[in-house]
Structures are given as C-alpha cells and as structure tokens.
C-alpha cells in the first residue's frame, strides 16, 4: 500500500516564494474622519466662544460714539454719527482723568514693589537650601487661598493705624502685599526651570550674590517676570474691594471707584454714552497690555514645560 506524503516546503534559500498570511491594514480613512469631526467640533465651540467674548466688547465702544436716544432706539446699530463728545465729557466732567492718573500711580508702583520683592524671594526659594525653607514657601502658597474678606477689617485699623488711610502709597503697599503670594508662587517655579551652569560660573568668575541676581538670572526670567507682571496688573487694574474700604478720600479714588461713582451719577442724568465711554476708557489699557504681550505671556507659561 502506498501512502501520499505532502511534500515539505522548500526553504527559503532555495528561491521558492513563502506565501505569508496578510495582517488587516488599519483603515486611515475613518481615523482621518474622526480627526476631522473631532477638528470642526473644538473649532465650532471656539468661535462661538470668541464670539461671547468680542461681542459685548465691540457692542460697548460702538455705545460709547452714540448719542442716548439712539442707544435705546437702535442699540445694535452702527453709529451713524462718531460723538468724541461722550469721551470728553466723561473725560472732564465725570473726572474720569483725576481717577486714571490715581489708578496708573497705584497700580505702576504696586507692580514694580511685587516684581523686585517677588522675585527675589523666589529665587531664595528655589536655589538655596535652608531650614524652613519649604514652610516659607507653603506660607506663601497658603496666603493664595486666604479670603481677602476676612483681612478688610482688621487690614483697616492696621492700615489706620500706621497712617497710611486714604494714601496712595498706603494702597500701593497693600496691593504689593495682596499680590506676593501668587507671584513667589509663580516664579518660584520658573526659577527651577533656569540652568544653574551660569549662576555656578559668576560665583567662580567672583560674583556676588546680588550681582549674580540682578545681571544674570533676573534678564534670564524676562518671560516668567512678564507673565506674572500681566496677571498681577490686571488683578490690581481691576481691584475694587481694597480700595473701596482703604481709600474713602473723593480726590483720591481708583478707576474702580470712578466707575461706580460714574454709573450712579449718570445713570441718574440720564448720560449713558458718557457712561460707555468712562467704560471702555477703563477697559482700553488692561486690552492693550494683553494685545502687546501675549507672546511673552504664553512663553512664560509654557517654559516650564518646554525646559
């Protein structure tokens, strides 16, 4: 009896073709659809965003060139005629002036007390080890989430006390207060992120210190500096509460406070555009601040995370 035998296969040097089974090829059409949906759907929601967003702004400095009757008449219509009336008004009369050079001297000494105080004690923290160290710097951190309402009271007999109510120097020294927290948590970090080669080879080249601080780290840390000096100003431009219990003088009031005082006065007479135009008068610089900055501010935030 003869049996059949399967013939084996033919190695591979001898030239044969080895059939292979094919593996299923991923289908790239329907992950480029996904990807594509998923890219008009985060799209749609940032234009709609945008959208919230711009609107109300666009809405305010088109009210701020009309007259009253056509804000009420035909509120989302372009003007038909540009009232520069309504910022000089608001300018002079409403002393909209006298509360913007306040604001700007507060607000300008403020933010450089934060920064050079700020950044010093950071850099302390990040580069030198030292008992208490990480307690300070929890201090700090602690203060962040500190309600400023529970300090009003107390901060006014301390404030009252030490004569500097209704002083602006007085509110600067505040603002620098309220505002160390964030920036020594801020900058602390972005201080760990820097090499420390350069700071090594000052020491060795005879540096001190304070040198080493001032000429070489400092310029090093322009974009965290930067980016915390934003959000510190916008914090400080649009602060109401500290100077509405700490500055009760007329001749001294905030922006903030001119606000108020100017929506009540005229809203009583019945002069909504110069209302509009105090509006965006206020709005303008912490707008053009962010237009001008914007790149270093998203630097500063993203270094940590490039490093």
């Not at 594509?36 to 759907?41: I, R």
Request: net charge positive; proline share 6%.
């Amino acid at each position: 009896m003869k049996t059949t035998e399967t013939p084996a296969p033919l190695p591979a040097e001898s030239g044969a073709t080895v059939s292979k089974v094919d593996v299923p090829a991923p289908k790239p059409a329907r992950q480029k659809k996904e990807g594509g949906v998923l890219n008009v759907f985060s799209h749609g929601v940032l234009i709609i965003w945008a959208i919230m967003v711009v609107m109300p702004l666009l809405w305010a400095v088109m009210t701020s060139f009309k007259d009253d009757r056509s804000i009420f008449d035909s509120p989302w219509s372009l003007p038909t005629h540009l009232h520069f009336d309504n910022w000089s008004r608001a300018w002079t009369q409403a002393n909209m002036s006298d509360y913007f050079l306040n604001t700007v001297l507060v607000v300008g000494g403020s933010l450089i007390g934060t920064l050079v105080l700020g950044s010093m004690a950071a850099y302390v923290l990040a580069r030198f080890d030292f008992p208490g160290n990480r307690f300070i710097y929890y201090l700090f951190v602690g203060g962040m989430s500190f309600p400023i309402m529970l300090a009003l009271v107390p901060l006014f007999y301390v404030v009252n006390n030490m004569g500097l109510l209704n002083t602006i120097h007085g509110l600067i020294l505040v603002y620098i207060a309220y505002s160390l927290p964030f920036t020594v948590f801020f900058l602390t970090a972005f201080f760990r992120t820097l090499p420390t080669s350069v700071a090594e080879a000052a020491f060795v080249d005879g540096a001190s210190h304070s040198r080493t601080f001032f000429q070489i780290m400092l310029p090093m840390a322009k974009p965290g500096l930067i980016s915390v000096g934003i959000f510190n100003f916008l914090g400080q431009w649009n602060q109401y509460m500290l100077p509405t219990v700490l500055n009760t003088d007329p001749d001294k009031r905030v922006l903030t406070q001119g606000l108020v005082q100017l929506a009540v006065s005229q809203g009583y007479k019945g002069d909504w555009s110069g209302l509009f135009a105090g509006l965006v008068m206020a709005m303008l610089p912490v707008l053009g601040a962010y237009i001008v900055f914007q790149r270093q501010v998203v630097q500063g935030l993203t270094a940590g995370a490039l490093k």
